[in-house]
């Protein structure tokens, strides 16, 4: 067995490769949607694609204020060009009031142009003015820049249904001091990686202790999740009897 970087080459040549059954057993394709949809239109052998990830914030009403802020201003601008940047920010409608307006600065000194919904524009006061608006595009787009949407919910259940309209399954954030609005979102987010009051940025190999990564899997098999090379085994049953039958 083998693990092979394979550089370069052309449609042709990933056309060759995804097919060549009993010769290649995984490929894990790195690179863009273009490279995605290419692989599955031909593929004959197992791929686990690098997903997207359109990763999302949300604050919720029994947020620590400093700490969201903090997690916040580095999810998006740690490393704004990564998959477990964070894209969307979601503030509860009852502290949206006292946080939009503290959080858009910290962004806007950081450089990051925020795209709003009218309620977020409001809760922002006078800095509402100076903030682009959301399209309904924009909450689905993985920027991989200093752009952030942001909208304004009225329950942790409406931050959840907006994540799994717009989601891509990556890694999802709450910040929150109510144990049972966590566990919550725990339970009820899909995602691969789920943070409570943690940034999104930590959805990594090396950071969660398992050596270089690979890549980083949405699917639900063979593996979700970051991708090192333990997750790139899989099992061999030696078994050793005296005889034995099955009855």
């Known amino acids: 067995?083998?693990?092979?970087?394979?550089?370069?080459?052309?449609?042709?040549?990933?056309?060759?490769?995804?097919?060549q059954e009993g010769v290649?057993?995984?490929?894990?394709p790195r690179g863009g949607e273009g490279l995605k949809r290419a692989l599955s239109a031909v593929a004959t052998v197992p791929v686990i694609y690098a997903p997207s990830g359109n990763c999302h914030l949300y604050v919720d009403a029994g947020a620590d204020l400093d700490m969201a802020e903090s997690i916040v201003v580095n999810a998006k601008t740690h490393r704004p060009g990564v998959c477990n940047a964070a894209e969307t920010l979601l503030v509860h409608s009852d502290v949206a009031g006292e946080f939009m307006p503290r959080v858009a600065r910290a962004l806007m000194a950081a450089g990051v142009e925020l795209r709003v919904d009218e309620r977020a524009a409001?809760?922002?006061?006078?800095?509402g003015s100076k903030l682009s608006r959301a399209s309904e595009a924009d909450y689905a787009e993985e920027f991989l820049a200093l752009v952030?949407?942001?909208?304004?919910?009225?329950?942790?259940?409406?931050?959840?249904?907006?994540?799994e309209?717009?989601?891509?399954?990556?890694?999802?954030?709450i910040v929150t001091r109510d144990r049972d609005a966590a566990r919550h979102f725990q339970l009820g987010v899909d995602a691969a990686c789920v943070y409570v009051n943690a940034s999104t940025r930590f959805t990594d190999g090396g950071e969660f202790?398992?050596?270089?990564?690979?890549?980083?899997?949405?699917?639900?098999?063979?593996?979700?999740?970051?991708?090192a090379l333990r997750e790139l085994c899989t099992f061999k049953y030696l078994v050793e009897g005296s005889g034995q039958v099955r009855i």
């Open 1 to 19: 067995a083998a693990v092979s970087l394979v550089a370069g080459g052309g449609r042709e040549e990933l056309a060759e490769l995804a097919t």
């Open 209 to 227: 202790g398992m050596g270089a990564e690979i890549g980083n899997s949405t699917q639900k098999l063979h593996v979700r999740g970051p991708i």
């Open 24 to 28: 290649v057993a995984l490929i894990i």
């Open 165 to 173: 309209r717009h989601g891509s399954g990556h890694s999802e954030a």
């Open 122 to 127: 409001s809760a922002a006061g006078e800095l």
């Open 148 to 163: 952030m949407a942001v909208g304004v919910v009225d329950s942790l259940s409406d931050a959840l249904d907006h994540i």
